[in-house]
């Protein structure tokens, strides 16, 4: 979360851009800007070209303005550095996997899994009633295998507010409980947890993606520095880089210094994808110096 200044958000205006486009590229920061800049009320014609004309035209245009800008599924700091009005009247909020380090925040917030209380209450109220009340116990297993992540708790309560009839228990035993199974139950028309994880799979290195898939096959709740190193042969000195990569992207954990592990639903996905013979990533992020 980013805020530029600490007045309060007023009406003059709010601009929102996903900066993650559907197949899972980044969004040019001077194509947002254009659609900005064409919101703000500015005809095409008038646009300049080039990433930093654009950006000057911009924070011209909000400066002295109270504004809300959101900038959703950011790639990188370099993604989002020229979309900064750079005005103290104006509060930016960022989303990303990546942690940002670099940008100037005020606030930064980790989005942790939902505690398990919190996590029961959000599915009893998207689920609803029905004709057959889960019981607590039933709603906590759910919750639990849906790693308490929000988008998988709201899907399988929204499937389930669809079927009233369907016993709560049903839905564990037929997929939940599987691992084979279980993200392909963490999918409701646009809804898809294992698309949400594959953005991010995306954007990873060669190298990452090796150590972010052979890693899934690790025993235990966590690793450390020395068995990631054994078990990709790698140099200790390289494997603490790669580690940290994929923590700094939100693919891995680091609950302590020098331990690293996966989220449930996180080491389910890396190992269908150590599973699959095509593994590699499409695409290499921005991270290729790791390679």
């Given at each position: 979360?980013l805020?530029?200044?600490?007045?309060?958000v007023?009406?003059?205006?709010?601009?929102?851009?996903?900066?993650?486009?559907?197949?899972?590229?980044?969004?040019?920061p001077?194509?947002?800007?254009?659609?900005?800049?064409?919101?703000l009320?500015?005809p095409?014609?008038?646009?300049?070209?080039g990433?930093d004309r654009?950006?000057?035209?911009f924070?011209?245009?909000?400066s002295?303005?109270?504004?809300l800008?959101?900038?959703?599924n950011a790639?990188?700091?370099?993604?989002?550095?020229?979309?900064?009005?750079?005005?103290?009247h104006?509060?930016v909020?960022?989303?990303?996997?990546?942690t940002?380090?670099?940008?100037?925040t005020?606030?930064?917030?980790a989005?942790?899994?939902?505690a398990?209380?919190?996590a029961a209450l959000?599915?009893t109220r998207?689920?609803?009633?029905?004709?057959?009340?889960?019981?607590?116990?039933?709603?906590?297993?759910?919750?639990?295998?849906c790693g308490?992540?929000?988008?998988a708790i709201?899907?399988?309560?929204a499937?389930?507010a669809?079927r009233?009839g369907?016993?709560?228990a049903d839905?564990?035993?037929?997929?939940?409980?599987?691992?084979r199974t279980?993200?392909?139950?963490?999918r409701?028309d646009?809804?898809?947890?294992?698309r949400?994880?594959?953005l991010?799979y995306?954007?990873?290195?060669?190298r990452?993606?090796r150590?972010?898939?052979?890693?899934a096959?690790?025993?235990?709740?966590?690793f450390?520095?020395t068995?990631?190193?054994?078990?990709?042969?790698?140099?200790?000195a390289?494997?603490v880089r790669?580690?940290?990569?994929?923590?700094?992207?939100?693919?891995?954990e680091?609950p302590r210094?020098g331990?690293?592990?996966?989220h449930?639903?996180?080491?389910?996905?890396a190992?269908?994808?150590?599973?699959?013979?095509s593994?590699?990533?499409g695409?290499?992020?921005?991270?290729?110096?790791?390679?």
């Amino acid at each position: 979360m980013l805020p530029t200044g600490s007045e309060s958000v007023t009406p003059d205006g709010q601009l929102y851009a996903d900066l993650t486009a559907p197949d899972g590229s980044r969004v040019p920061p001077d194509l947002v800007l254009r659609h900005f800049l064409t919101a703000l009320g500015e005809p095409m014609a008038v646009l300049p070209e080039g990433l930093d004309r654009r950006a000057a035209m911009f924070r011209s245009r909000v400066s002295g303005r109270r504004m809300l800008i959101l900038l959703d599924n950011a790639c990188g700091v370099a993604q989002v550095r020229a979309l900064l009005p750079g005005s103290a009247h104006c509060t930016v909020i960022v989303t990303s996997r990546a942690t940002l380090g670099s940008l100037p925040t005020s606030v930064r917030v980790a989005v942790e899994p939902m505690a398990p209380d919190s996590a029961a209450l959000m599915f009893t109220r998207v689920a609803g009633g029905g004709s057959t009340p889960p019981r607590a116990e039933q709603v906590r297993t759910v919750v639990e295998l849906c790693g308490r992540l929000p988008l998988a708790i709201r899907i399988v309560a929204a499937r389930h507010a669809a079927r009233p009839g369907w016993d709560l228990a049903d839905t564990v035993e037929e997929g939940l409980r599987g691992e084979r199974t279980r993200l392909a139950e963490l999918r409701l028309d646009d809804l898809s947890v294992e698309r949400s994880f594959d953005l991010g799979y995306r954007r990873l290195t060669a190298r990452q993606a090796r150590a972010f898939r052979e890693l899934a096959r690790v025993d235990g709740p966590y690793f450390t520095v020395t068995e990631a190193a054994r078990a990709l042969d790698w140099e200790p000195a390289d494997t603490v880089r790669v580690l940290e990569s994929l923590v700094d992207v939100s693919m891995l954990e680091s609950p302590r210094l020098g331990q690293y592990a996966f989220h449930d639903l996180m080491r389910v996905f890396a190992r269908q994808r150590a599973s699959r013979s095509s593994g590699e990533p499409g695409r290499y992020a921005e991270l290729s110096s790791l390679d």
